[in-house]
């Protein structure tokens, strides 16, 4: 693998809203390209990059979410590669960085398509429980996209679920009421829950009767320059 330049990736944010007041209360760091031609999607990127590369912009992105939570005064979340989140000079650095800040407001995403096999859980959950003692929060991401289950969120110690674009449009679509049935269930389990995908006044129609449910999608905002903020 040849690699992919740092140098040629930009930070964006996309901002997270209160289902209630519509107030920014959260924020999500995205990877973009910044060629000014044959841009690379974000997940072309990665799949470029070395695993020392990709490690290298994971602990970059911890310290600008950090920096964004400290001068935006909301949570911030990125999202970590498996092999990153299991390796141990990762993992020392962050808590290293605990040393010096409060991360409570950083919140690791794993998404839902990038889980290992079974046999490899206990070693992702001492991880997670590694970085949630010095105050890391971990969200599952893109919930609905893969074959979704609990034993997951049973075993591994999640704080939040992010439920997809593509669970929610689904189920908006074709008026069925299995999503209030899981974001019920998610609620009575103490999970923060991020609806992403919402995009119409339909959407916040329908999202009104959960306030305590965070938003997230192009009917706020959608993803801009971090140096914007």
């Keep these: 693998m040849c690699g992919y330049p740092l140098s040629e990736i930009s930070t964006y944010v996309q901002t997270q809203y209160d289902s209630l007041m519509h107030t920014m209360c959260g924020a999500e760091l995205l990877i973009r390209s910044n060629k000014l031609e044959n841009k690379l999607s974000p997940i072309e ?13 994971t602990f970059l992105l911890v310290e600008k979410s950090l920096e ?3 001068n935006q005064g909301v949570p911030c979340s990125i999202n ?7 390796n141990s000079s990762f993992i020392f650095k962050v808590m290293n960085l605990a040393n ?3 991360l409570s407001f950083i919140t690791f995403e794993i998404t839902e398509q990038h889980f290992p ?23 599952l991401d893109d919930f609905g996209t893969d074959h979704s289950h609990f034993l997951r969120l049973f075993y591994l110690p999640f704080d939040e679920v992010k439920i997809s674009r593509e669970l929610f449009n689904y189920y908006i679509s074709h008026e069925k009421n299995e999503l209030d049935q899981i974001i019920q269930l998610f609620l009575s389990l103490d999970y923060k829950i991020v609806v992403e995908g919402i995009e119409t006044e339909a ?11 965070v938003l997230q999608g192009y009917f706020f905002a959608k993803p801009a320059p971090l140096s914007t903020f």
């Design 203 to 213: 959407h916040m129609s329908f999202m009104k009767k959960y306030p305590e449910v």
């Design 117 to 139: 096999k079974y046999k490899s859980w206990s070693k992702l959950r001492e991880s997670m429980k590694k970085l949630k003692s010095v105050g890391i929060k971990f969200s």
């Design 100 to 102: 010096r800040f409060n």
């Design 68 to 70: 964004f939570s400290i």
């Design 45 to 57: 990127i990665i799949k470029e990059m070395t695993q020392e590369e990709l490690d290298t912009l």
């Design 80 to 86: 970590v590669d498996m092999n990153t989140l299991m």
